[in-house]
């Protein structure tokens, strides 16, 4: 395996998520051409428990095929649990004051809410999207499964939207300000 090779592979372990072969380029200052060469050397293997998936325009980390029992089963198992209140805490303060990153979700709940995101993620009740201000984060926004589960059509139709909102937001331009002045 190359060194270009080596790098998108440890590029999409650590961005977590889908990446173009344009951002891929980008990223690791290659052309577009030495990305295609070396995405040519993760060809299917029967070893190894993850594989790099190409669908021509975005490549991804996923599990092997051989794994997909365990992982199905895994999947299934964390489906059936109950999301339980930091789950609920988390999709609270999306659907309320969302889209929202990972530290905001963090600030409001007040303990770090990583494996808490990922649950909802893999149930499919919210999704990640790129964050327009820095994209070094990303922002997480409600689906439409969510909004299906609830019955409701837009968060407009959640008890006491337009309110809650408001008075989230005043709640955290107070706590903004009085942290503001102790500094």
């Not at 979700?105 to 770090?112: A, H, M």
């Not at 149930?123 to 984060?137: A, C, F, M, Q, T």
Request: a negative charge; hydrophobic letters at 40%.
């Amino acid at each position: 395996m190359n060194n270009t090779a080596q790098n998108i592979e440890a590029l999409l372990f650590a961005l977590g998520r889908p990446v173009s072969r344009t951002e891929l380029a980008k990223k690791l200052g290659v052309s577009e051409a030495e990305i295609a060469a070396a995405l040519s050397m993760f060809a299917p293997r029967d070893t190894g428990g993850i594989t790099v998936v190409d669908d021509g325009r975005m490549v991804e980390l996923r599990t092997a095929p051989q794994t997909s029992g365990l992982i199905e089963e895994i999947q299934k198992e964390e489906s059936s649990r109950d999301i339980g209140k930091a789950g609920l805490e988390a999709l609270a303060a999306i659907l309320y004051r969302g889209p929202l990153t990972r530290a905001e979700i963090d600030f409001i709940r007040g303990v770090n809410s990583s494996q808490t995101l990922r649950t909802l993620l893999m149930r499919g009740l919210i999704r990640r999207v790129d964050n327009p201000k820095d994209e070094r984060s990303f922002l997480y926004e409600p689906t439409t499964e969510l909004f299906a589960y609830l019955g409701i059509a837009t968060r407009n139709a959640l008890p006491g939207f337009e309110e809650t909102r408001t008075k989230l937001q005043q709640l955290e331009d107070a706590y903004r300000a009085k942290e503001a002045e102790s500094n």
